[in-house]
């Protein structure tokens, strides 16, 4: 039931962002651009496939809570659904507040926050750790008692709700402000501007923020992104830069009590320069200055994209009955592409070597499937090939990447992550 609300999810998940898209064309108003669309989408596959295997984990997690561990016994009601759905928001409340006051909660969520844009697309940039934690606070419900069929349908009907609070299409909502969390009151929550930080954390009911003192109303535009913006569209590095100022800022610390309280401190406690050496340390200076994306690059990233998300989509109703190194091998190169579409847009020159290690799963998934000798053959001379025409098949496909002009810039300059 879950995989196939997953699978349902992916189309209308792309439906409406195509809507939002052309609305935003038709209002003038510059929502989506490709490098962070492209961000957020692939932030936003990785979430998936990691939910497939934490959906059915914290299913059984539940079960268990409330099999052995339930304080009541709650029956299914109408009250205790509408109960349920307000018991969960308030939950999520105090998630998301935690999540945005303590460091080591704060290195997961981060990542969710990283867009300079507002749309649809936003809401997708989920990492795994955010997904792990945040099912961790889920597990009070079944411990209260609450069925577990019951809290997976609220958290479904949560889940969705959200998504469509990421958007700049939608003005304010008359009376509905003073009682739902809406577009802008989300729109608040994601702003950089000084009077809008750590306001509105609610999912679905405002009144959450206005009990606990965190609400703000949307009066000026907000500014989306990090107070401190990332100078990079790495994939890796989006999801595991502020970890890595965690753990600098941990070594830093004289004694473990000290290193605890860091750790659960709040994030301005980590000092702002400690980024920008992490940069210099695992991020090349920037190699190319090419914010003009030739067409081919753009249609590429596209392609791989649009492929790996029909893959995340035939996958998911299989999931069960794919044999146990299939999923890995497909995992695997479903990960791989999308750290291969963020290198690409850092203008990486290393992206030939996840190309080739790509070719080498794929290969291995068809060998699987179809174990023909003249197959297999083939693509074993394809390697060999590879491997003994390395630098030219390397030259000749990051000039038809990145344009030859490039390609003489890239080949002289490091390419760290």
Same mark, same amino acid.
């Given at each position: 039931?879950n ?18 898209y052309f609305?935003s ?5 510059k929502?989506f651009?490709?490098n962070s669309?492209?961000s957020?989408i ?10 497939l295997a934490?959906?059915?984990v914290f ?17 299914e009601?109408?009250f ?26 704060w290195?997961?969520?981060i ?9 649809l ?18 597990c ?16 479904l ?12 299409m939608v ?28 306001k509105?954390?609610?999912?679905i ?5 206005k009990l ?8 000026e ?8 913006p990332?100078?990079?569209r ?8 502020? &970890?890595l100022? !965690?753990?600098?800022?941990? @070594? #830093? ?6 290193k605890?309280?860091? $750790? %659960?401190a ?16 695992f ?7 090419n ?8 249609k ?11 893959l &995340?989509t035939? !996958?998911?109703?299989?999931? @069960? #009955?794919?044999?146990g190194e299939m999923?890995?091998?497909?995992? $695997? %190169?479903?990960l ?11 203008q ?9 290690l ?5 290969s291995?998934?068809?060998s699987f ?6 197959l297999?053959s083939?693509l074993?001379?394809?390697? !060999? ?18 344009g030859?002009f ?12």
């Open positions: 039931m995989n196939l609300l997953l699978t349902i999810s992916i189309p209308i998940f792309l439906l409406a962002i195509a809507i939002e609305l064309k038709k209002k003038n108003v929502a651009t490709f669309t492209i957020n692939s932030i936003g596959i990785a979430e998936r496939l990691s939910s934490l959906t059915g299913y059984s997690i539940f079960k268990n809570i409330h099999q052995y561990f339930a304080i009541f016994t709650i029956k009601t109408l205790t659904w509408i109960l349920l759905l307000f018991l969960t928001d308030f939950i999520w409340y105090w998630y998301h507040r935690f999540s945005h006051e303590i460091n080591i909660l290195a997961a969520h990542v969710h926050h990283q867009s300079e844009e507002f749309n697309t936003v809401s997708a940039r989920i990492t795994v750790f955010q997904a792990l934690i945040r099912n961790v606070f889920w009070i419900l079944p411990l209260i008692g609450f069925p577990v069929h019951m809290v997976m349908i609220i958290l009907i949560h889940a969705a709700y959200s998504f469509f609070t990421h958007t700049r003005g304010k909502l008359g009376f509905l402000e003073y009682i739902f969390v809406t577009p802008s009151h989300h729109r608040v929550h994601h702003a950089s501007n000084v009077n809008y930080l750590d509105n954390y609610a999912d009911f405002i009144f959450w923020d606990f003192g965190t609400f703000a109303e949307e009066k535009e907000p500014q989306y992104g990090l107070t401190q990332l100078n990079s790495s994939f890796l590095w989006q999801h595991f830069h502020q &970890l100022e !965690l753990l600098e800022s941990i @070594k #830093n610390m004289p004694g473990l009590k000290q605890i309280k860091i $750790a %659960l709040k994030p301005e406690t980590i000092s702002p320069d400690l980024r920008q050496q992490l940069e210099k340390k991020l090349s200076v920037k190699n190319v200055t914010n003009q994306k030739r067409e081919i690059q753009k590429y990233i596209m392609g791989q994209i649009s492929l790996i998300i029909l &995340l035939l !996958l998911i109703p299989l999931y @069960k #009955n794919i044999a999923v890995f091998q497909l995992n $695997a %190169l479903i791989i592409t999308l750290i291969n579409c963020g290198a690409i847009m850092e990486k020159a290393w992206i030939f070597h996840l190309e080739c790509r070719f080498i799963i794929i291995a998934i068809l499937y179809f174990p023909d000798p003249a297999i083939i074993l001379n394809v390697i !060999l090939l590879l491997c003994f025409f390395f630098s030219d098949f390397k030259r000749m496909f990051l000039v038809f990447i990145y030859k490039f390609y003489k810039r890239l080949v002289g300059m490091s390419n760290k992550f």
